[in-house]
């Protein structure tokens, strides 16, 4: 359930038509429903409500403070991958004990900065990493607590570009170097080993590639602990999938109880999940309007949000269902295109279409996670509105940008 629906013929978030918040903002904008957001976390977060647990929003699917701070109030961490993440996060209001760091290129700044803002955790990525982690630690005269990223090389049956669990992907240590790591990690003065982490991939439909590699990390902890490394917390990153066409992804509750009952044989680590998509996916739409319509080889209806503002498209040729604003079954074969100088920039392609006219306005849907958070500038384009709905009031959550923001800090050299 998530809180779109038509009421007397017009599409609305939770209790207001989508076309009276087009009327205050403008469009393009990103809509999201805070119930939607709020209904999604507690059904991640309650699943594992009876084992230790901290649920880490990645904040990488959806990164508006007023977004994470909802979360925050919920009880909600952060999995962050960068510096900007990290200040995002913490004004947000997240506990920085309940924010922890992956990703594969963590600078020295950004390592600083979170070692000096005291997080739960460092998902290290590599042996460089964790050199370099133990030099800046040591200058700041601070431990860094750290998880090693652990790669499984388990096919998560995703896109591509979004899996991260194979032995070909950049991502984490093959867990046959890791042990090895972990020993080298003991004897590093200024780091404590705290956990091991993991992270196969996002957009996952079943819940087979968790397990396989829920097994491996089990074996690979119990080998720890044999080794006398003790670990407190079992990061099994994010990765589950949602619905936005035909898939029939588990429910987070199934979820929960296909790995729980492994969980047992860590009883004495905390989990942590990095759920993303199946909070805030199908929690958020974007709001379009139809430009012009063209006849040519085909049907193409023009409308004023493009890839900058959605990439998931054009990037990886992903589905959105699209709906009219004005309830009708009314369909035409069409491609719904953006403004931008790209082929490559589309909404949709050869789709069943609603059929429409100019000032028409499109809901774009499920895309509250990857959407704004992947938002560009391209084509000098001021990047959209965003507004949470709540009941019957709705919030601007960030403003749309102005073209004076477009050349914010550029300057032209005196001569
Ligand atoms: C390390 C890490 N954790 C969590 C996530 C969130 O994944 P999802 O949005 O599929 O839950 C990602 C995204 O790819 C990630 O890279």
Redo the contacts with the bound molecule.
Sequence with gaps: MNHFNYKNGLLHCEDIPLSAIAEAVGTPFYVYSKATLSRHFKAVDEAFSDIKHITCF?V??CSNIAILNLFSSLGGGA?I?SGGELFRALRAGIEPQKIVY??VGKTVEELRYALNSQILMF?VESIQELQTLQETAAALKRTAPVAL?VNPDVDPKTHAY?S?GLAKNK?GIPVKEAAEIYLKAREMSNIEIVGV?C?I????TTVAPFVESLTKIIDFIKGLTAAGINIRYLDM?????IKYDDETPPAPGEYAAAVKEMLREVADCTLII????????NAGALITKVLYTKEGNRKFIIVDAGMNDLARPSLYDAYHEILPVIESQEREEADIVGPICESGDFLARGRLAPLTERHDLLAVMSAG??GFSMASNYNSRPRAAEVMVHQSEFYVIRKRETLADLIHGEAIPEK
């Design positions: 990645a990488k699917s999995d991958v992956s990703g998902n990223r979004i991260t991502f982490s992270h991939g996002s957009q996952l990153g994010g990765g589950l999938g990095e759920p993303g998509r199946v909070i805030a996916g996670a990857y």
